[in-house]
């Protein structure tokens, strides 16, 4: 009886806290955290610290040549004159005002964004410091097509499919399933890893993130992973590297990681 009575009320007090939240602080725990935005809008090296947000990154493949954009308030450089939906259908639907596809943003994972979330990063990312950035014009070689189909989630517990949700605003499987001549492998090969990465580290391969008990996670314990999430050490005790945000993992409550875990038992295992 008092255990009940005692979940009830650490229950009330959970949603009472959620309730609390305004949707900036909301945003800021999301953007900061889980999303880790910054991780591709935030200027590499050093000048970051100074202009979080301001964009300038650069990404280049056959068919594009693209800088992230500066999504700060600014009005001339950044994305101050642009209303509230417009921000939104870039990050939820791919496409700029003027119509143009956005190449490299993980909207296809976006897309399960609840309305209230996405209104919180709006509502954090306008309270932003605004920052005069100029970024260069994007060159497309080839027409880009949205993606907008999120990873498959089977018949999973509720725990588990809060867990599906956070890892999927967070695009764990969008590095961690291999691509092939550009196109994502997610849908038949999500979780093996085997997607490279070059940057100022060097190479890194993500890593099987499945169930799979050899080469997965499947025999790590839930404090193996969670070391791995927040502080980039693998099981056996190896750093590991860019790009994946540890530390933007680490400012994730305990609820939320332990869901995100919770739901990692749940990727089908494959090798
Ligand atoms: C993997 C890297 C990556 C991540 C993660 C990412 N973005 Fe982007 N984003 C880009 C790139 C690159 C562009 C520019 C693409 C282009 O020019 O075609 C962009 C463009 C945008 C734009 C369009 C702005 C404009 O001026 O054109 C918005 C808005 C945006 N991102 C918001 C976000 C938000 C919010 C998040 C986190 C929820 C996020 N992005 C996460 C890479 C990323
Ligand atoms: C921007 C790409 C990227 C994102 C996003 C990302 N990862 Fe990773 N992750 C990597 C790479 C690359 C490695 C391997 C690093 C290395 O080998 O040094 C890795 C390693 C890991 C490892 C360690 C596995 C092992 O065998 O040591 C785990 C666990 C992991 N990621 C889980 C996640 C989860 C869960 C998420 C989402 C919350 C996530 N990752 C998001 C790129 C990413």
Request: net charge positive; hydrophobic share 35%; glycine share 8%.
């Amino acid at each position: 009886m008092h255990r009940l009575l005692g979940s009830a009320v650490f229950y009330l007090a959970t949603v009472a806290a959620a309730l609390a939240q305004s949707p900036v602080q909301r945003g800021e725990y999301l953007v900061n955290s889980i999303l880790n935005c910054g991780n591709c809008h935030t200027p590499r090296g050093p000048e970051g610290a100074s202009k979080p947000f301001a964009g300038g990154n650069l990404f280049e493949t056959p068919a594009f040549k693209v800088y992230t954009s500066n999504l700060t308030p600014d009005k001339e450089t950044g994305i101050g004159n642009w209303t509230a939906e417009q921000i939104k259908a870039a990050i939820m639907k791919g496409v700029r005002p003027d119509g143009t596809v956005l190449a490299v943003m993980p909207t296809a994972y976006y897309t399960v964004l609840t309305p209230r979330d996405a209104d919180a990063i709006v509502a954090y990312l306008r309270s932003l410091k605004p920052i005069k950035n100029k970024i260069p014009t994007p060159e497309y070689k080839v027409a880009l097509k949205p993606e907008l189909t999120p990873p498959p989630m089977g018949k999973i517990s509720r725990k588990a499919r809060r867990g599906y949700y956070l890892a999927t605003i967070g695009h764990c499987m969008e590095c961690h399933s291999p691509r092939e001549k550009g196109v994502s492998l997610v849908s038949s090969q999500m979780g093996v890893g085997k997607h490279e990465f070059t940057g100022p580290w060097g190479v890194s391969v993500s890593r099987n993130i499945t169930s799979d008990k050899e080469k997965g996670l499947g025999n790590w314990t839930d404090a193996e992973i969670k070391r791995a999430i927040t502080q980039g050490v693998s099981r056996n005790g190896d750093k590991l590297k860019p790009p994946m945000g540890y530390s933007a993992y680490a400012k994730m409550t305990d609820k939320d990681l332990s869901d995100l875990i919770a739901y990692l038992r749940t990727v089908p295992a494959k090798q």
